[in-house]
């Protein structure tokens, strides 16, 4: 039976998905398989590397420092949050809280990140294989929210945020041989995805990058598709959505430790859903 876990990310909303894990690190419960969009790939990275607390610590402490997000790294940088301090200065080997490279590496559970190509629109995903000591550079490009952020190059190739590809891979992890996924949402359930937003980015971006601009006006409708896919395999019993039924305040750039904790605090009481499901 092989079981696999997808983060969707959601910017600092993620800190809900960061509570789920957790959790699970708590009671020991192990995946065989992670996929993670934008910043559910480094949710999912502290997992499998058994690093219980570090994500939140990055969302209710490093996440309210101007190196970390603000509008003088967009002024300066091209990009409101900084990648480079993110996933390299803070987590390098010599870094304020490294992530444990080698605990991910020998850790047998399959790892994949979504990024989309600026370029094509389309998704493409990094397994295990393409990260490195201190060369985090996959996070970087999933988590590139068009516009806020500049695309991340990785060999030539331009990313943004793994959300534009593929939302909600549920797909991707039964095609990767999954019998039964969990997919961590960080909204609720029944709240559909609306354009509005995306089709203002898509409008910064469409000049230099119009196929991703395109994905990005698509995004709502495959977030809101690949959810009622979701949902179909709940009811056949080989899925399991877990999703706060109030995100607490907490939007994708908003940063209000207060709202965080108790949204991360929500997680991990939802954590126990999973624990359920699995028998």
Known sequence: MKTGIIDVGGGFRGIYACGVLDYCLDQNIRFDLGIGVSAGSANLASFIAGQKGRNFTFYTEYGLRKQYASVGNFMRKGSFIDMDYVYGTLSDHNGEYPLDY??????????????????????????????????????????????????????????????????????????????????????????????????????????????????????????????????????????????????????TLSRDPADMKRLYAKGYADGEKVKAFLG
């Open 102 to 251: 080698a605990a991910l590496r020998d850790n047998p559970m399959e790892f994949i990140v979504v990024a989309a190509n600026a370029v094509t629109g389309e998704a493409e995903y990094f397994d295990k294989g393409e990260i490195r000591q201190d060369d985090y550079s996959v996070f970087k490009a999933s988590s590139s929210i068009p516009f806020v952020c500049k695309p991340y190059v990785i060999q030539g190739t331009p990313y943004y945020d793994g959300a534009l590809g593929d939302p909600v891979p549920v797909e991707k992890a039964f095609a990767l041989g999954c019998d039964r996924v969990i997919v961590l949402l960080t909204k609720p359930e029944g709240v559909l995805r609306t354009p509005g937003r995306d089709e203002k980015l898509a409008a910064r971006i469409r000049r230099k990058y119009p196929n991703a601009a395109k994905s990005l006006r698509q995004r709502a409708d495959r977030y809101n598709e690949s959810v009622a896919l979701a949902q179909e395999y709940v009811r056949q019993g080989k899925a399991l959505i877990v999703s706060p039924d109030d995100t607490c305040g907490v939007s």
